[in-house]
C-alpha cells in the first residue's frame, strides 16, 4: 500500500468511499453489512487505514454500518471521516445535535476527519450565515477533541470555493473534490487544484472514475491506452493519473464489490505515475469524449454584450455541456437553481443575437431552449 504523509499521520493513498457499499436487491437504504464487513476486512488487511462515510449516504446507513464494522477494530488502526451534511438546507440550524447523533451512528467519540459538506451555490450564503453557528460549532468540536481534523467538500465553482476560503480557509486543514482525468478541463479540477495549493490546503480526492463513467471506456480508447499499458486496466488509468499530481493526497474510491477492492489494491500496491505523454493522451481522450455531446464554447464573451436578457450564456452552456455529457446529475440544476428567473437558460428569447457574433458559431438558442426542457423534465 503506498501511504501519504499528512501532518503527522501516515494515511493510506487509497481511501475507502462508503457511499456504494453492496446492498441488497439494489435497494440503496439496505446496505449488505455482510458483504460490506467482508470488503472492509479485506480493505484492512491490505493496509487501507482511511473510511470515508457521510449522513446521507445509503440513505442515512452508511454511518451505522460503518459504525457497526469498524467497532470490530482497534480504533488507532483506522481513521474516520464524516461530514456535516449542508446539501440539506434545512439542516443547517442542527449542527450540535446531528453531530451528537453522528458519533453515536459510528460509534466513536471522535472523527479524525470531519467537513463541511458539499460547499457549493446553493448552500454557500447558509455556510458563511453566522446566525447558524456552524463554523463555530464545529471549531468548539475540535477544540473539544471530537475533530482532529477540519476541512471541507465542494462541487461548486471557483467562485464559490474562494468565498468559503476567505472566510475560513485559514483553520481548514484539507479540501475534498471531484477530481479525475476527464473533469481536469470539462469541470476546471485544475483551476480547483491551483487555488488549493495556492492556499497550501491538500487535496482529497472524491468521484476519481467519475461514478463508474471512467472504469469502461470505448473500444476505441480502451485499446490506446492498453497498447501503451497492456498489463494496466482501464480503472487503473484514472488512479496513475491522480498519483501523478503531487497534490493529491488520498483518493477515495467507493467499493461495492470484492473484484474492486483487489483491483484498486493491485493498482495502490505501487506508485506508477503516468509519462508526459500517456497524460496527454489521456487528456486527449478527456477532450474526444467530451466534445462529442459539447457544444465548443470557448468563453470568449462576445455574446453576453448582445443577449438582451443579460445572460451569463458562456456559465449556461458550461452547464448545458456537463448536463448533457453526464446524462442529467445533481451539479447543473443544483447551480441553475440559485439563479434568478430571469437569468436561467428559460429566459433566453431566442432573438439569436448572440449567434451573429458568436465565433464558434453555436446555435446558442437551441442549445439554452434544449437545456431549459431538459431542466424542466
Known amino acids: 500500500m503506498i501511504y501519504k504523509q499528512f501532518q503527522n499521520l501516515k494515511l493510506s493513498a487509497l481511501g475507502f468511499g462508503c457511499m456504494r457499499l453492496p446492498t441488497v436487491d439494489g435497494n440503496d437504504a439496505n446496505v449488505n453489512e455482510e458483504e460490506a464487513a467482508k470488503l472492509i476486512a479485506r480493505a484492512m488487511e491490505a493496509g487501507v487505514n482511511y473510511y470515508d462515510t ?24 483506522f481513521y474516520l471521516a464524516d461530514k456535516f451534511p449542508g446539501y440539506d438546507l434545512s439542516n443547517m440550524d442542527k449542527v450540535e445535535e446531528i453531530f451528537d447523533r453522528q458519533l453515536e451512528k459510528c460509534q466513536v467519540d471522535h472523527f479524525d476527519f470531519y467537513l463541511f459538506h458539499n460547499i457549493c451555490e446553493m448552500n454557500i450564503d447558509a455556510y458563511l450565515d453566522p446566525k447558524f453557528h456552524i463554523y463555530d460549532s464545529l471549531m468548539a468540536r475540535k477544540k473539544a477533541g471530537q475533530i482532529k481534523h477540519l476541512g471541507f467538500s465542494a462541487h461548486g465553482d471557483l467562485n464559490t470555493m474562494k468565498r468559503f476560503l476567505d472566510a475560513y480557509g485559514k483553520d481548514m486543514e484539507f479540501c475534498q473534490i471531484q477530481l479525475n482525468w476527464l473533469d481536469w478541463g470539462f469541470q476546471d479540477a485544475k483551476g480547483k487544484v491551483a487555488l488549493l495549493q495556492e492556499r497550501n490546503i491538500p487535496v482529497w480526492v472524491m468521484e476519481p472514475l467519475r461514478g463508474g463513467k471512467l472504469a469502461k471506456l470505448a473500444d476505441e480508447y480502451a485499446e490506446k491506452l492498453k497498447q501503451l499499458r497492456p498489463d494496466e486496466s482501464i480503472p487503473a488509468w484514472s488512479f496513475r493519473f491522480l498519483q501523478s ?32 505523454s500517456e497524460r496527454k493522451i489521456l487528456l486527449d481522450i478527456a477532450n474526444s469524449m467530451t466534445a462529442r455531446t459539447s457544444v ?40 441553475i437553481a440559485q439563479l434568478p428567473d430571469e437569468k436561467k437558460p428559460s429566459a433566453c428569447v431566442g432573438c439569436r443575437s448572440c449567434e451573429s457574433v458568436c465565433p464558434q458559431q453555436i446555435k446558442i438558442s437551441e442549445a439554452l431552449a434544449s437545456f431549459a426542457a431538459k431542466l424542466g423534465g
Open 54 to 77: 457521510a449522513w446521507g449516504y445509503h440513505a442515512g446507513s452508511s454511518e451505522t454500518v460503518m459504525g457497526r464494522i469498524l467497532k470490530e477494530y482497534p480504533r488507532d488502526s
Open 245 to 276: 499530481l503531487p497534490a493529491a493526497t488520498v483518493i477515495l474510491s467507493g467499493m461495492s464489490s470484492m473484484d474492486q477492492v483487489e483491483d484498486n489494491l493491485k493498482t495502490f500496491q505501487e506508485d506508477k505515475s503516468l509519462s508526459g
Open 296 to 335: 465548443p464554447c470557448t468563453a470568449c464573451r462576445y455574446c453576453t454584450t448582445h443577449c438582451p436578457q443579460g445572460l451569463d450564456i458562456p456559465m449556461l452552456l458550461e452547464l448545458y455541456n456537463e448536463h448533457s455529457f453526464t446524462g442529467g446529475g445533481f451539479i447543473a440544476p443544483m447551480r
